[in-house]
């Protein structure tokens, strides 16, 4: 199984970060995504699930800030791997510290959450869901006939559930919406800017029937909460040669394979797998053509199978009910079509479908011209990185170009 160093922590988006025992700089969080699901118009309260992940390696304990001027209750939480509750208590700023989370805050709260296994070296991710009611009335609040849930949301991806009997007539930040199966209207976005969202949401009573929308449920699908993630690292242009990563978690029970479709006019190598949860690693059986046929599998995103169809797949213990399972699958991909070198320029021209997307430029090649709105970083080790993060559920046309800086 390859590693990138460094460049593993550095590909998470939204990754939080604090410091050590030592005093050193480490990732603490990655991954966010969290739902309120508003509750009685006039209580001031809403139940909270927030979906997130440990990522410091070696960490045994996961540490949740209680936001000033709310009222926590009914906490609960569970290791989203193996579907099992979770010990925790609540704990001062101070214990905080000398439990495991170095630079907390003196002033907070924290829920302190002791996790199922120590977080993996390498990439490792501890995965948990916290779940409890805050009372906050300023935040959630009754004017004249409507409901106001007005909060500045640091978490990168996040949805708002409004209460049954209620309509949406005004939401100040760029929001998917959905009526969910229960009739209740779910506001959802991915903010992919540096700052937070200054979130407003109105709603005025109104009953809507629950009756399913016409339209086909995929494509409502909510941006925020999709788990796939892919980063590129460029080898140097002339080879057409590139490694990847691409993070993926399955929830289904009963399934036991992962299959990705190699892209046509690309060609995969060196295929390999682990379970960020556990670190363990995973086998890959590289298929193609009638091989696919001969092994029996079928599945929608292959198509019709040819002599040039190209499948990787990764298999694991089939999921039993409330399991689920980070998928870590890398290859190395070879395509002269879409990665090349031409005169002193590198090429770089592929879709991305994924919400999150990411590519590592050859060590001393600096980014000229990017089609795609992108953040630009600097990596551990000097690389240009750049993240083409997408809240629309549309592809990115990902064409850019760079150039080699002058010895």
Request: proline share 7%; net charge neutral.
């Amino acid at each position: 199984m390859r590693t990138f160093g460094a460049l593993v922590v550095a590909a998470v988006l939204a990754v939080s970060w604090g410091a050590d025992a030592q005093g050193r700089r480490q990732p603490q969080e990655a991954d966010g995504y969290t739902r309120y699901e508003l509750l009685a118009p006039g209580s001031a309260k809403f139940r909270i699930v927030y979906d997130i992940t440990a990522v410091r390696p070696g960490a045994t304990a996961f540490f949740n800030p209680i936001r000033k001027g709310s009222v926590a209750s009914d906490e609960k939480v569970t290791d989203l791997a193996t579907g099992q509750p979770l010990a925790f208590k609540v704990v001062t700023g101070e214990e905080a510290k000398t439990t495991g989370l170095p630079d907390a805050d003196a002033s907070y709260d924290y829920i302190r959450v002791e996790l199922a296994r120590p977080v993996p070296a390498d990439g490792g991710q501890g995965r948990i869901l916290i779940e409890k009611t805050y009372e906050d009335p300023k935040s959630y609040k009754v004017e004249g006939k409507d409901i106001v849930f007005d909060r500045g949301l640091g978490i990168k991806k996040n949805a708002v559930v409004l209460p049954l009997g209620y309509v949406l007539i005004a939401c100040n930040y760029p929001s998917q919406v959905t009526q969910e199966a229960d009739g209740r209207l779910r506001i959802s976005f991915f903010n992919v800017t540096p700052g937070e969202a200054p979130l407003k949401l109105r709603a005025a009573p109104g009953a809507l029937s629950a009756t399913p929308t016409s339209v086909k449920a995929s494509r409502f699908g909510e941006r925020a909460k999709q788990t796939r993630d892919i980063v590129y690292f460029l080898q140097s242009p002339e080879t057409h040669a590139f490694d990847l990563y691409h993070d993926y978690t399955e929830e289904k029970a009963g399934v036991s394979r992962y299959v990705n479709v190699v892209r046509t006019g690309s060609v995969a190598t060196n295929p390999s797998a682990r379970d960020l949860d556990t670190g363990e690693t995973i086998p890959a059986v590289h298929l193609k053509g009638a091989e696919i046929t001969k092994a029996g599998i079928d599945d929608p995103e292959i198509g019709k199978i040819t002599p040039q169809s190209e499948i990787v797949v990764f298999n694991f213990k089939p999921l039993k009910a409330g399991q689920s399972i980070r998928l870590r699958m890398s290859e190395t991909y070879t395509d002269p079509g879409r990665y090349k070198l031409v005169g002193d320029e590198l090429v770089f021209d592929r879709t991305f479908g994924r919400a999150n997307n990411a590519v590592v430029l050859p060590k001393g090649w600096m980014l000229t011209n990017s089609s795609a709105p992108v953040v630009v970083s600097r990596t551990d080790d000097g690389r240009i990185r750049l993240d083409f993060n997408n809240p629309r559920p549309d592809e990115v046309e990902a064409l850019f170009t760079a150039k080699k800086v002058a010895p």
